[in-house]
């Protein structure tokens, strides 16, 4: 069976704790700069957003509302699944990011020219770029994984769910006599560092996952970021086809819960928001 | 070594006071982009104010002003070598010499924007052409089609280049010269034909395609900014003899050959206008709710409604001056006209653009703003300086305008 990697984020459990973002940022080997505060130019994969209702008018003191939201890349996959076509990768002028079978939309670092064209195509800002050259303050130099290649000044990068931690795995079940590239699964490091267990990470397609599409589209508290067409879907489905045949529509592979509907309108997309 | 000093300092005191005051502060333009050109090149893109939310900046949106203007070249070059409208002949040296200034600068400015730019080279070893014949990027298309075009604008220029005197006087130079320029209606319809293509795709298509991105996905986006090119494209392509008739005191191209083509740009800007309008309608009823989004809302922040209101009213200023006789006719309503029709494309790229990233992506944000640095501006200002001296070099020493030097020479 053919692996489609996707994520399933419970904000119900998510405390704001920022382990997944540092996790993500040791991982990958993202620099560290000694002032970190210009946001818009920060390397970071996963962005933990912090989101609250108070510009809604309903909202009175102390009815305001906090949440956290961790973004990385959505993985999207475009109408057709098992046709991918994520905004992204299309547009590349040099085929330095393609969309894999798994779905995991990669992205290689010494072939990128920076142009910055898949990073303008992206909907939900999870492709980074180096502005600077990327250095590692004292001691952070002597614990860069050894499996993540170091990105030069003036490339993209981005989030692939830790696609390397699945080829390690890979790599011990073939030292095992094992050949079969599906056969083994993983976590990333984001979901192995949550504390309340609020990163589910597995197989889209697999009943015996976590993340189980078809279960999880059916979860009243599921919603996906900045895809209000997924209300068409059951609400108006003659007005769903209709659409998805103008265009194409991001399909992300991470799915986010909550129960708390302030923060599934914000999060749906601007027409409840 | 002593004689080219005299010569050089004969040659700058010859010039007028306000032609040398003027060089000075083009010679400081292009000594600053020097500067912060090393800076960028060798530090990186993080000295400008572009980010992970506002990839792309003044650069690009020069490139995409410079392409469209530059386009009047291919489309005064189509009318003159394939329709035969003669008139346009005492425009088309200068013509092809801004469209040739306009795409080498588009060139470097892309150089400075992209991170890499020792892998440059990669588009053409690496091209995203996808399963198809067609390019799959719209950027590989750009890179391809832009260099092809630029190749024809240098064979183009190339006679003109010859036509020099001291050149001329060898008969090899001449009948090489002549003989190509004799051929030049073949890269007239060459360039014609790949003009079509990169208008649509840096302009527009680049942008059409993006289709999880409210503000800029459109079908038809290609096809405006071709329309976009040749409306604006000669304005700029009549605006520049005229700058240059007005430094030099004497009128260098005919009124006729103005007249011309400018009734031509009245009328694409007719067309150019009615598109716009279609293109914003269509935004707002068919494209935007595609998204749930709501166009008035999407037209919030710092660049919104008044980028868009002063093109149509740029275009607007352009249709009446350039179609009504009495106001063409109108040296300073003419020239009036020629900059409208040059601020209108303008503003669409700056509207594609700035206007195109200050946009929220989440329904948390607020519009962005972008306020480039010093190193930004002066690259972007040092580019049109070199521009400018590039075609001041060219109107003294080579035949750019043969009406002129034919009367001179009689």
Request: hydrophobic share 45%.
């Amino acid at each position: 069976m053919t692996r489609r990697w996707g994520m399933v984020i419970d904000l119900d459990k998510c405390t704001g704790c920022g382990a997944c973002n540092i996790a993500c940022a040791q991982e990958n080997n993202l620099p560290i700069f000694k002032d970190d505060s210009d946001v818009p130019k920060r390397v970071t994969f996963l962005d933990l957003i912090e989101v609250t209702n108070d510009k809604d008018p309903k909202a009175q003191y102390p009815d305001v509302k906090v949440a956290y939201i961790p973004k990385m890349c959505q993985q999207c996959s475009g109408n057709d699944p098992n046709n991918p076509h994520p905004p992204c990768v299309s547009v590349c002028p040099v085929v330095a990011t393609d969309v894999g079978e798994d779905g995991v939309v990669s992205q290689i670092w010494s072939r990128c020219i920076g142009c910055r064209y898949c990073q303008v195509a992206c909907p939900y800002e999870a492709r980074v770029f180096h502005w600077w050259k990327p250095r590692y303050e004292g001691s952070f130099k002597e614990s860069l994984n050894p499996d993540v290649s170091i990105a030069s000044r003036g490339t993209m990068v981005k989030c692939t769910f830790c696609s390397h931690i699945w080829k390690r795995e890979r790599d011990k079940a073939i030292a095992q006599g094992i050949t079969d590239i599906n056969a083994v699964t993983y976590t990333p490091a984001c979901a192995s560092a949550c504390p309340t267990n609020a990163i589910l990470f597995g197989d889209l397609n697999d009943p015996s996952s976590p993340v189980y599409e078809p279960k999880i589209q059916k979860d009243p508290r599921a919603v996906r970021l900045v895809h209000s067409i997924d209300e068409l879907r059951t609400k108006d489905p003659s007005e769903y086809e209709k659409r998805t045949k103008i265009k194409e529509y991001p399909n992300p592979k991470v799915y986010y819960l909550t129960s708390q509907q302030w923060l599934r309108d914000k999060i749906s997309g601007f027409k409840n928001s | 070594m002593s004689k080219v000093i005299d010569f050089l300092k004969n040659e700058w005191n010859s010039y007028p006071r306000n032609i040398q005051i003027s060089l000075y502060v083009l010679f400081a333009l292009v000594a600053l982009f020097v500067i912060f050109a090393i800076q960028i090149l060798f530090w990186g893109l993080g000295y400008t104010d572009m980010n992970n939310r506002f990839a792309m900046g003044i650069w690009i949106i020069g490139d995409l002003g410079f392409v469209a203007l530059g386009g009047g070249a291919f489309f005064t070059g189509f009318m003159l070598y394939i329709f035969r409208v003669d008139k346009l002949q005492p425009l088309i040296n200068s013509t092809v010499l801004i469209g040739f200034m306009c795409y080498l600068f588009t060139f470097i400015l892309l150089v400075f924007d992209i991170g890499q730019p020792l892998r440059a080279w990669f588009g053409y070893a690496y091209p995203n052409w996808g399963p198809h014949t067609m390019p799959q990027s719209m950027l590989t298309e750009v890179v391809w089609c832009l260099t092809f075009y630029f190749i024809v604008l240098c064979i183009e220029l190339f006679p003109i280049i010859l036509s020099n005197k001291y050149l001329d006087r060898y008969p090899a130079v001449h009948y090489f010269a002549h003989y190509l320029h004799k051929l030049m209606w073949i890269f007239a319809a060459i360039g014609t034909f790949l003009s079509f293509f990169h208008q649509g795709s840096l302009g527009g298509g680049m942008w059409g395609v993006l289709y999880a991105k409210p503000y800029w996905f459109r079908h038809h986006y290609f096809y405006l900014a071709i329309v976009a090119a040749i409306a604006g494209g000669p304005c700029l392509m009549m605006l520049a003899p005229k700058i240059a008739s007005w430094v030099a005191k004497k009128e260098l191209v005919p009124k006729d050959a103005y007249m011309t083509l400018a009734q031509i740009a009245g009328v694409t800007f007719i067309a150019y206008f009615l598109f716009r309008v279609y293109d914003l309608y269509t935004l707002a009823k068919h494209f935007a709710p595609l998204f749930d989004r709501n166009l008035v809302d999407m037209m919030g922040g710092y660049y919104g409604w008044w980028v868009v209101g002063l093109e149509l009213l740029a275009s607007l200023v352009a249709i009446v001056i350039l179609n009504v006789k009495k106001f063409r006719e109108n040296e300073q309503y003419f020239i009036a006209g020629l900059i409208s029709g040059v601020l209108a494309i303008v503003m669409l790229k700056v509207d594609v653009l700035l206007h195109g990233f200050s946009i929220p992506n989440f329904p948390w944000q607020d519009f962005f703003g972008y306020n480039p640095t010093i190193q930004e501006w002066f690259i972007f200002l040092g580019s049109l300086a070199c521009m400018t001296l590039i075609y001041m070099w060219f109107v003294k020493y080579i035949p750019l305008f043969p009406e002129k030097h034919h009367e001179e020479a009689h």
